[in-house]
């Protein structure tokens, strides 16, 4: 997509970000065809959205079976996190301030080095020693589509892939192993889902080393103090107004919400 597009595409999203009706689609014109243009795209609207601002970290999609298989997508996706939706647990949100608000259980883990394009490929050994802390985290998502199974892989990467915001639990910086924590998130106290660290691409740092090659492909480099949301260990769930949800992952602690 040549620049004038990428433009018109992001400013679309960010338009969308504020109206009252959800997104169709782009019109053809628009369409990301590429891996390439999606990341593009989302680079734009992060500028719109927050101009000037450093990029507070990320999140990655479809990294797991059980998301894989509810979105019926086969490959990883990735998502810019704003700073200002990332909350500390335990954390009110407004549920009315969302057009369809759902929940993840994840393993969030903040940068304390940076990982530079120039050190591709990276792996779960060399990404291993820039993880400064881990912490349990409940990614907020929105369903703010007109129908978004009917949507390509490529737009919802270009919106970000359904982030609205995150919940952190406290820092762990005695990172255990990341693959046998086990997590389960819980609505008004009923379980609602469970799963381990080894569902996420088999651990946890091959999400974050996955998404470093794949920013690099496009000239970008992971930060220091970058915080980076690794997947859901369980199926997306939708709380209601009033509702509590709980992400508990057992060696990091919990991450707990509640839906005004």
Known sequence: MHEQALEEAAGLLAAYRTKPEPFDRFPPHLVPATEADAYAIQARLARLREPGRAIAGYKIGCTTAVMQAFLSIDRPCAGILAADAIHRSPADVVHGAFRRIGVECEIAVRLGRDLPPGGVPYDRTTVEPAIAA??????????????????????????????????????????????????????????????????????????????????????????????ILTGSVVETKWPLAGDTVVASLHGLGDAEVRFL
Request: hydrophobic letters at 50%.
């Open 134 to 227: 881990a912490m349990a985290a409940i990614e907020l998502v929105d369903d703010r589509y007109v129908d978004y199974p009917g949507l390509d892989a490529w737009t919802l990467t270009a919106d970000d892939f359904f982030h609205a915001g995150a919940i952190l639990g406290p820092a762990v910086t005695a990172v255990p192993d990341l693959a046998a924590v086990t997590g389960c998130m819980t609505i008004g106290g009923t379980v609602v889902g469970t799963g381990t660290g080894a569902h996420v691409l088999g651990h946890p740092f091959n999400a974050v080393a996955w998404l470093a090659n794949t920013i690099a492909r496009h000239g970008e480099g992971l930060k220091s103090g970058q915080v």
